[in-house]
């Protein structure tokens, strides 16, 4: 049985799901569609042209789908996109999409704690933590398992890559390769995500390789081509590889190394 509290305001032409709760003050708008067993604490937003899926949890004073905040939104159509079992713990801010037609998306099971923000046309996987006043500029990928330390920033147009940890206050201006660790201002790749990696199942075997490509990658002063030409010829060929490969190549805005 779907609850909403007396003093929230709920429009009546937002879509409520089965089993929802929604709490003291929320607000709810019209173009929103709440999946089955939402859970809104006090003072929750959600509005925009917003959909989440099931059982998504919003804390206090979470602000979800609102108008970007980039001076280049001229009106229009945007949209955002939410999964299923994420969390949104107090003052988290996601916002909608600058272009039209654009969006913003977050996938499934992903935990935001406090004051983390995803900003205008972000794209997040699954499984992604991000921790305490994390931030996310426009346009920002982040893939995967990805785990993204407190006080942590991203610019805009860089690409988080699967199963990397993104170390506390850390500033990366550039793409961060998949299964690395990466750490300082500006940040630099510091060693492969073993903890991220175990607590996975990546197997021994593909972190061996994944150690020998950071090796030729970060360490042996090697040009980016050259890199990943010896990495394609001597590191065993394992989906991770082929991973961490493919997303180097697709780099637009350079690699951190």
């Known amino acids: 049985m779907t609850t909403i509290h007396p003093t929230a305001v709920v429009d009546p032409r937002a879509e409520v799901g089965a089993e929802c709760e929604i709490g003291p003050y929320c607000v709810v708008g019209p173009k929103v569609v709440l999946g089955d067993r939402c859970r809104l604490m006090a003072h929750g937003v959600v509005d925009g042209d917003t959909v989440l899926g099931v059982g998504n949890v919003v804390y206090p004073f979470a602000c979800l789908g609102l108008q970007t905040q980039d001076l280049k939104y001229a009106g229009g159509s945007t949209r955002t996109r939410i999964g299923d079992g994420n969390t949104f713990r107090e003052y988290v801010t996601v916002h909608s999409a600058t272009g039209e037609g654009g969006e913003t998306r977050i996938g499934n099971q992903n935990h935001l704690l406090a004051y983390c923000h995803v900003a205008h046309d972000g794209i997040l996987g699954s499984h992604i ?116 490969v493919a997303f180097v190549r697709a780099s637009e805005r350079g690699l951190t190394r």
Do not use: W
């Open 129 to 244: 933590i991000m921790s305490n006043v994390a931030t996310l500029a426009g346009h920002v990928t982040v893939e995967d398992y990805a785990v993204i330390g407190g006080l942590a920033a991203v610019h805009q147009f860089c690409r988080i890559g699967r199963m990397s940890m993104i170390g506390g206050c850390a500033k990366v201006v550039q793409d961060v390769a998949p299964y690395m660790l990466a750490d300082g201002n500006p940040a630099r790749i510091r060693a492969v995500n073993k903890v991220g990696c175990d607590r996975n199942g990546v197997s021994a075997e593909a972190q061996a390789a994944l150690r020998q490509a950071h090796r030729l990658l970060y360490r042996e002063g090697l040009i980016l081509a050259n890199a990943v030409a010896r990495i394609e010829a001597e590191v065993p060929d394992l989906g991770e590889i082929r991973q961490l």
